[in-house]
């Protein structure tokens, strides 16, 4: 059975497409469903004027993962993708006027940081900074990417359990301290800590409440660089989705999931909103892991989850997606434009539930790259403003025109856009109520879960569900997280699990 189970997923995001592509090439019948009109999830593509805009995320890092989805099926990756790298990696504005540009080579990073900051201290703890990130990443490496973890329970068990080895690795890990503590221990200056603060944007998580761990992104965006592929970042799901197919994966869109079926603690298969009940050996849901559990399950079959924590949505954001009919030639094609206080900005946002009186604004703009994407002289140009995730007083359709004049106002005075208002030819926008209404997410939050706590923040629910037999999650809400990267392996971890246990007859 296990070599033709028929496998159901539910949602064609990354890491729905990484599953399918995974579970096909190793010789199971995959059916993906997917409730919109397109397959990527979040990396999807607007066009309109001339211009193309990639409407979610926008930095590729880690290509590693890709490569080893791409190598089930004895592909590379450079036959679906072609990446470019990028550096330097970002450009930082920050409130005084300054400008930063984060580079790949360490020691070059230190000297800039050294002649930034008048410091040579400052350039020295950078590089502790980055061997801390390596040592963080390579724990992570060994315990915690690649398999199914909800807890630190699982991290010993992997790691077998409670050897010295492992309980030094474990420790190290540091557990109970925060990335902006374990930043500011190292690089105190203000305006670098906020640069290296920004690495926990990846997961939509405030930098004072998430765990030191975390810290470790930094060294895989040294280790692996920042990319860009041609086409954009949409280019990624639409070449997963070509690999799928040629592998025998079944793709349907505008199939949206009503329930799954369960009997006895067993999944059985999935009933679709047009009433189709369709028999499935299992079933990946690369939706919500929390509205799964709430809308797809029975209630009995949900209560064990829903009871075993408190899930706190990540934060949501405000994006503007700006055709302007002149460039910018200061911007590189990522740039992050900084609030004039971290702790103001990530306090109003996570703390208050409310949006940053002077945000931190990321720019994409990639006609530096690829000039395709606008016409001659133009950009496409990608504002993402984070911002609190949807409660029940927020009204976006009467918020969004003031915040919009903040969001220009932040960029002209500390962007160097002071005419960007005059050079909007084309402008779209999301808000946390539509990527609720569109992406089905938890409270409108881009990055599933919010990964707070200093001791557990780092854990998402495992790829493995503990309750339902035959239930696996995939996403930025499961284990590792969220971030394209994070994403992609969750779908791989998702299917590598299910594969082994259906070939262990459980």
């Known amino acids: 059975m296990a070599d033709q189970a028929r496998v159901g997923i539910i949602g064609g995001g990354l890491g729905g497409l990484a599953a399918a592509c995974t579970l096909a090439a190793r010789g199971h019948r995959v059916l993906l469903l997917e409730r919109n009109p397109f397959l990527g999830g979040k990396a999807c593509v607007l066009e309109e004027a001339g211009f193309r805009f990639d409407m979610g995320p926008t930095i590729l890092t880690l290509p590693s ?19 470019i790298e990028l550096d330097p990696q970002w450009r930082c504005f920050f409130e005084d006027g300054s400008r930063l540009d984060l580079v790949s080579n360490v020691d070059d990073m230190a000297d800039r940081l050294r002649d930034f900051c008048g410091s040579g201290e400052i350039g020295d703890g950078y590089r502790r900074f980055i061997e801390l990130s390596r040592r963080l990443h390579d724990i992570s490496e060994r315990y915690f990417f690649w398999r199914s973890v909800g807890s630190v329970r699982d991290t010993f068990r992997f790691g077998g359990t409670f050897q010295p080895g492992v309980l030094r690795d474990l420790w190290s890990l540091r557990f109970g301290r925060s990335v902006a503590g374990t930043v500011r221990a190292h690089v105190p200056e203000s305006r670098a800590a906020q640069m290296l603060d920004h690495f926990t944007q990846y997961v939509g998580s405030s930098p004072f409440l998430a765990p030191a761990v975390l810290c470790g992104i930094a060294h895989m965006q040294v280790a692996e660089k920042v990319w860009y592929p041609r086409g954009g970042t949409g280019a990624v799901p639409r070449a997963l989705a070509e690999l799928a197919r040629k592998l025998g994966a079944e793709l349907r869109t505008e199939c949206p999931v009503r329930r799954i079926l369960t009997e006895n603690g067993r999944v059985q298969g999935v009933e679709t909103e047009s009433g189709e009940r369709i028999a499935l050996d299992a079933v990946i849901s690369n939706a919500d892991s929390v509205r799964t559990h709430r809308e797809l399950l029975a209630d009995q079959a949900a209560a064990r989850f829903l009871g075993r924590r408190r899930y706190e949505p990540a934060c949501s954001g405000v994006v503007l997606y700006l055709g302007l009919s002149k460039k910018y030639d200061h911007l590189l094609h990522h740039n992050f434009v900084f609030s004039r206080d971290a702790e103001e900005e990530f306090q109003a946002i996570y703390g208050e539930g409310r949006p940053a009186p002077d945000p931190t604004c990321y720019l994409a703009a990639p006609s530096v790259t690829e000039p395709e994407v606008a016409p001659p002289g133009g950009e496409a140009l990608y504002v993402l403003v984070h911002t609190p995730y949807l409660r029940p007083q927020h009204r976006w359709s009467e918020m969004l025109p003031e915040y919009r004049k903040t969001i220009l106002a932040k960029l002209a005075r500390t962007g160097g856009m002071p005419d960007i208002e005059s050079r909007i030819v084309v402008e779209r926008f999301l808000t946390p109520e539509d990527i609720d209404r569109r992406y089905a997410v938890l409270q409108g939050a881009i990055y599933g879960l919010a990964s707070h706590g200093r001791w557990a923040g780092a854990f998402k629910p495992a790829n493995r569900s503990p309750d339902i037999r035959g ?7 499961a284990h590792p997280g969220p971030g394209m990267p994070m994403a992609l392996m969750s779908g791989w971890i998702a299917a590598d699990v299910l594969h082994h246990d259906l070939h262990a007859g459980s």
């Not at 993962?65 to 990446?83: C, D, Q, T, W, Y």
Request: glycine share 12%; net charge negative; no cysteine.
């Open 471 to 477: 239930l696996y999650l995939a996403g930025g809400s």
């Open 65 to 83: 993962v890709l490569r080893r989805i791409f190598a089930e099926a004895s592909v590379p990756l450079e036959a679906g993708l072609e990446l």
